[in-house]
């Protein structure tokens, strides 16, 4: 096993393109890190850096304490899985597996039990004498798994290795790569820009943004916490709603949030943190999970709004409606499986303002909720 650890680490391209900047990261002993972010942001310069495969503009990479910044890709024990799966087509599947090891000089007998172990391990066995052409896709990526696996490395880097895989196939895997993880204990750094990874692979979450980290948390955590606008709309799927809103008193110490027609009152545990914006524009954050048909809990607050379209994903419809007074800014609720509307009917509904975030507009950051 291994810890990774990035300090204020940057990587400029042509003395103008930053791709990284300033990150610091630690990835414990053990753990499987998940790096998030769009495309363009960093993630796999980052990645990469850690192998060795890009040299560092600045700062430092560690691997187990050791500083790894002029040591050649060979000689800092982690092992690289990509995307394109980088399999040679003129080796077998067994051969694939073999091959870093022999460029090691490890033993013959030690070689072939390494890759037998490793083949059941992922259920190749029976692949062993195939060539990567006769493979399917979930087929291949086992056989680059593999062939990390068997040089027993102390971290696994992983490039968004599951992106070419069909939906099914992606499911399968991720349930794959959990499970090896468990298994084997080892350090694990996980690149991808696909949220459902991040919220069912990883122990932790590192979001990045233009070549920065953005948050780091345990995926509820993230999701329920956003630090700002972007991680809001950016995890999950659908994202937060996000809504321009003004706060303004009411009678006694409560606050109202007005977001176009709809108005709402702060709950009484949120009203003295958001109480710095009163009479000020702020934008309100609620997850569609937190929009119901029945008003379950009294505390619960009512809205009526115009159906725009309904989606029947089959365990769930996702109702997507019209923030009334807010042209063009539209608000989506996860609900039952058996909710119906017509498009352009008006649907009562009721939000959980427990669950609710404020993000101040200047900055895109969140406003702190004191415990």
Known sequence: MALIALRNVSKVYGGRVSAATDVTLEVRDGEFMILLG??????????????????????????????????APRDRNVAVVFQNYALYPHMSVGENLAFGLKMHGVATAQIDARVKDVAALLGIGELLTRRPAELSGGQRQRVALG???????????????????????????????????????RTILHVTHDQVEAMTMGERICIMRQGRIIQIGAPLDVYRNPANTFV????????????????EANDGDGLTLAAGSIRLKVPPTHADSYRPYVGREAIFGIRAEDIHVEPSDPGWQPFEA?????????????????????????????????F????????????????????????????PRRA
Not at 43 to 68: C, F
Not at 147 to 165: G, I, Q
Not at 232 to 247: E, H, K, Q, Y
Not at 311 to 335: Q, S
């Open 38 to 71: 769009p495309s363009g942001c960093g993630k796999s310069t980052i990645l990469r850096m850690i192998a060795g495969l890009e040299t560092v503009t600045a700062g430092e990479v560690y691997i187990d304490g050791a500083l790894v910044n002029d040591k």
């Open 306 to 338: 115009e159906v725009v379209a309904l989606e029947t994903l089959g365990a769930e419809v996702v109702l997507v409606m019209g923030a009334p007074g807010l042209a063009g800014t539209e608000l989506a609720a996860r609900l039952g499986r058996s």
């Open 232 to 247: 809001a709309g950016f995890l999950a799927s659908p994202p937060m709603n996000l809504l321009p809103c003004r706060v």
């Open 147 to 185: 062939r990390a696996l068997v040089r027993e490395p102390a971290a696994f880097l992983l490039d968004e290795p599951l992106s070419n895989l069909d939906a099914q196939l992606r499911a399968d895997m991720r349930l794959e790569l959990v499970k090896l993880h468990r298994r084997l204990n």
């Open 340 to 367: 119906r509307a017509r498009p352009g009917s008006t649907q009562r509904l009721y939000m959980d303002l427990a669950e609710m975030q404020l993000f101040d507009p200047a900055t895109s950051e969140v406003v």
